[in-house]
């Protein structure tokens, strides 16, 4: 794989410093990567409220990728980020960079070359603390980090599960903890009965949640009521009503309204 060669031999010349470690193919492809080039990179897995993913499991999968240590930041959402306005990342971004050690060693994400070009307002965060996005630099897309994430160990089930939940609720709508709770319950819930880590469940608006599919599988469940109540009750704890979207799961399209 010469791209995964091309990210080993760049990590042999950047030794040092900390990566913002999510445990998805991205980042695992960039830790897994610079622990087989030997380098001295401490991988920083942030609990925000919002992750999809278990502290447990990351800590696994780093060990997994050859990291002795996973660096855990518990951090509490600020007012700005749980109004949720549309530059939520931002803010969300700049919170998490202001809490890494500030030693003068350099800061790793695992932002790809196909991330360019989108509505990305926590690349302005990224860019005033200069974190270095080694992906992009090789030209490294997000469907070549999954293979390169795998041949370096990474377990497929934990990247899977890496899953940012602020990002389900509308802007403008409050990140408000039973809101995020549900939305977890939800997707869960459906991964466990599916296996369709793709599913994505959103709240619209005060009374609507909307959830998005992947698996034809996945939406032949509906048919059965058992599988509808039970999916029902775990969504109205947040919103009135729980409906399905009739197109299948795709990136966040409230971005499409954002002129930027």
């Known amino acids: 794989m010469e791209k995964k060669d091309a990210l080993i031999n760049w990590f042999k010349k950047n030794k040092e410093g900390y990566l913002l470690f999510s445990g ?11 622990m087989k080039a030997g380098a001295n990179i401490i991988p920083i897995w942030v609990n ?14 780093a060990q ?13 959402p600020g007012d700005e980020v749980v109004a949720n306005p549309e530059r939520r990342c ?20 695992g932002t790809t070359a196909s991330d ?4 990305r307002p926590g690349k302005q965060a990224l860019d005033e603390y200069k974190v270095q996005s080694p992906l992009v630099t090789l030209g490294i897309t997000s469907w070549e980090t999954k293979d390169i994430a795998m041949a370096l160990g990474a377990d497929p089930l934990f990247a899977d599960h890496e899953s940012c939940l602020a990002t389900r609720i509308n802007y403008k709508h409050l990140l408000t903890p039973e809101r995020i709770k549900a939305i977890y319950d939800v997707e869960n819930y459906l991964i466990d009965k599916t296996g369709d880590f793709h599913v994505r469940c959103r709240i619209d608006d005060e009374d609507h949640m909307r959830i998005e599919l992947a698996k034809p599988e996945s939406y032949a469940l509906i048919a059965d009521a058992q599988f509808r109540e039970e999916l029902f009750e775990l969504g109205s704890k947040a919103c009135l009503f729980v409906t399905i979207d009739v197109k299948r799961s795709r990136p966040n399209e409230y ?3 954002i002129r930027y």
């Open 64 to 76: 997994n990728l050859g990291a002795p240590e996973l660096k855990i930041i518990e951090v509490t």
């Open 116 to 119: 360019l070009g989108n509505y």
């Open 255 to 257: 971005d499409k309204r």
């Open 24 to 34: 998805g193919f991205d980042s695992s492809a960039v830790l897994g990567a610079a």
């Open 90 to 109: 931002y803010h969300c971004k700049s919170h998490i960079l202001s809490l890494v050690p500030k030693d003068g060693s350099p800061i790793y994400d």
């Open 48 to 61: 925000n409220g919002f992750n999809r993913a278990k502290a447990d499991d990351m800590i696994i999968q």
